[in-house]
């Protein structure tokens, strides 16, 4: 393995104004998936519209190389969980999510899709979609502006640049012991069975003084 | 019948499921698959349903011959949180039922109180809440006509050309309310925030150049010859039906039955407005689509009227409660004209700061259920445009 960053930024500037390019596997790879984000064309509730206008004109999602939406999960790297996941709803939501080939990332957009957002205490809402998904990326708001959906982008463009190749660091694709599918779970009489998946979610402790 | 290929409904083996709609033409299949059907489930995640709706589809060939739409993926227990929460606090709920057009369901809701209470409106309130009614229209209108057109196969670019101009609209919300789509802004006896004469004036300008960009967008769509062939005979609902089903707003004046709300109650102040009803004649998805074009041309004629006549004064009644608001026992229903349909509330009142039972008649929900009627004997893929200009917005479907 090589160690990080072998030559400085202003020695490899200079290289390049000699016509010589360095780069490493590592980055070139990342750098090329990072700016061709596909998302899977998803829509579940409110921020759909915003996710919709995101793609639009004004806002303009392509600038980021994120606007082929996919409306099939088997073609798409990204899922942006735009909306209250229901109960109904959420069994459907992590077979996507298992549909979707690795690498593969999530946004959960909005509040409702963080923690339930003002439907929380309802008795049909998932109270957030990160019990049973891994996600990578949350954005507040209800529903969040365009720009902070880009902003999202480019904090999870950011993330996947700083993604290894090798290493115990690596990124999760690579990993031979890596998850492969989630926990899909039932639409039960009362909740859903299990309610979360233990692999990605514990209820939060309380630290308690002894 | 001139095209032999086509058969009369009852020529096909279940009679009975298709002798109810005359516009089911079907055409039956002769060779030895010949009663072979085929389930097909579309949904909840597929592009054109519009989030997360689903449609059990059985299939002869290509042909439908039965359809089973399939709700409740997005149901968030509006009613339930609304009986638990004050009047003033299901307000916000109410933005998120069709959250294309929270302007129309605050109103809704409001006058659904504003009855409950008998609490009276000022004189700009009742203005600024036809104006920004009305530019709601227009932009679910717009959209509505761009997610169509993404049914039929346009790939996003009608959709564009609304999103630009929803864009302004927005702008205009955000600047009176503090929010893009979810605006929060009717309250009990008035509205939120008093309108500047900055902010009438940009409405004013962006209305008068409203039918410029219609008829740039029409140039591009209505007589485009795939929108005519695709849409025209398409879905056709029967007025007796329509009737019979509750169907409501465009979709019902599509089918021929003249009934608006703005013109039936009168709610507000929309008797001095001067304006007309669309009306078709044919209940086919072209005429859906005619409605809706229609309706925003008389709808820049209301906003116009109305910003030429808005008073000056306060929006908000002083006499009026916000905290701690108990109405007294009773019951109310308030209802409007939303773009969608008819919209409305239904409260009673127990003397409690909650609503004893609070109940929303959701008018794309009510539209949605006739969906069947108009796709058998259709294709699947005349079954998206049906979906599509029905007008659904699964917030409110299943609420």
């Not at chain 1, 996600?135 to 999870?156: F, K, S, T, W």
């Not at chain 1, 463009?157 to 993604?163: A, F, L, V, Y």
């Amino acid at each position: 393995m090589t160690p990080e960053a072998p030559i400085t930024d202003n020695e490899r500037e200079e290289l390049r104004r000699q016509g010589i390019m360095l780069t490493s596997l590592q980055e070139i790879y990342n750098w090329g998936r990072s700016n061709s984000v596909w998302p899977l064309q998803f829509g579940l509730a409110c921020c759909a519209i915003e996710m919709i206008a995101t793609a639009t004109a004004r806002f303009d999602i392509a600038r980021f190389g994120a606007e082929v939406f996919r409306p099939s999960p088997r073609q798409a790297d990204l899922m942006i969980v735009s909306g209250t996941v229901t109960k109904k709803m959420a069994p459907q939501v992590i077979r996507l999510w298992n549909q979707m080939p690795e690498p593969k990332y999530c946004i959960a957009m909005g509040a409702c899709a963080i923690s339930g957002g003002p439907f929380k205490q309802g008795y049909n809402v998932l109270k957030g979609i990160d019990r049973f998904i891994p996600v990578d990326i949350y954005i507040p708001g209800c529903p969040p502006r365009p720009e902070a959906l880009l902003n999202g982008l480019i904090e999870l463009q950011k993330k996947i640049r700083g993604e290894k190749l090798t290493g115990p660091n690596a990124a999760r694709h690579l990993r031979p012991d890596g998850p492969g599918e989630r926990l899909v779970p039932e639409f039960g009489e009362h909740d859903l069975n299990p309610p979360h998946d233990p692999e990605v979610w514990q209820a939060p402790s309380l630290p308690r003084k002894t | 019948m001139t095209d032999p290929e086509i058969a009369s409904p009852s020529a096909f083996p279940e009679p009975s499921v298709l002798a109810t709609h005359s516009a089911a033409t079907v055409r039956p299949v002769h060779d030895e698959f010949h009663g072979d059907l085929l389930e097909v489930s579309m949904g909840p995640q597929h592009p054109s349903t519009h989030g997360v709706f689903r449609m059990v589809v059985t299939l002869d060939g290509e042909v439908i011959v039965k359809l089973k739409p399939v709700f409740g993926y997005l149901h968030r227990n509006h009613e339930k949180l609304g009986e638990n929460t004050t009047y003033l606090g299901s307000m916000p709920y109410t933005d998120r039922l069709d959250y294309l057009c929270s302007m129309t369901n605050n109103w809704a809701y409001a006058l659904a109180v504003e009855k409950l209470a008998g609490q009276p409106v000022p004189e700009r309130a009742e203005y600024v809440r036809v104006i920004l009614a009305e530019m709601t229209r227009l932009v679910n209108h717009m959209c509505l006509v761009g997610f169509l057109f993404n049914d039929l196969g346009t790939s996003f670019t009608p959709l564009l050309y609304a999103f630009r101009e929803r864009e302004k609209f927005i702008d205009l919300f955000e600047s009176l309310s503090g929010s893009r789509m979810m605006c929060n802004f009717q309250r009990f006896g008035g509205c939120r925030a008093n309108p500047s004469p900055e902010w009438l004036g940009a409405v004013s300008k962006l209305v008068d150049g409203f039918p410029k960009f219609l008829d740039e967008y029409e140039q591009l769509l209505t007589g485009n010859e795939i929108l005519l062939a695709r849409t025209q005979g398409v879905g056709c609902l029967s007025p007796e039906l329509a009737v019979q089903a509750g169907i409501t707003g465009p979709m019902l004046r599509a089918s021929g039955v003249g009934y608006d709300i703005r013109k039936a109650d009168g709610y507000g102040i929309y008797p001095r407005f001067d304006f007309r009803v669309p009306i078709g004649a044919h209940g086919d998805t072209y005429d859906r689509y005619m409605m809706r074009i229609l309706e925003m041309r008389e709808s820049v004629k209301i906003l116009q009227q109305a910003l030429r006549d808005i008073p000056a004064g306060p929006v908000m009644d002083p006499k009026s409660r916000l905290r701690n608001f108990r109405p007294k026992p009773g019951e109310a229903y308030g209802r409007i004209e939303g773009p969608k349909g008819e919209i409305g509330f239904y409260l009673i009142s127990d003397g409690s700061p909650n609503p004893l039972r609070y109940r929303v008649r959701a008018p794309s929900f009510v539209n949605l259920t006739v969906i069947e009627d108009m796709c058998l004997g259709r294709t699947v893929a005349d079954s998206v445009v049906i979906l599509g200009s029905v007008d659904i917005v699964l917030g409110e479907v299943d609420r």
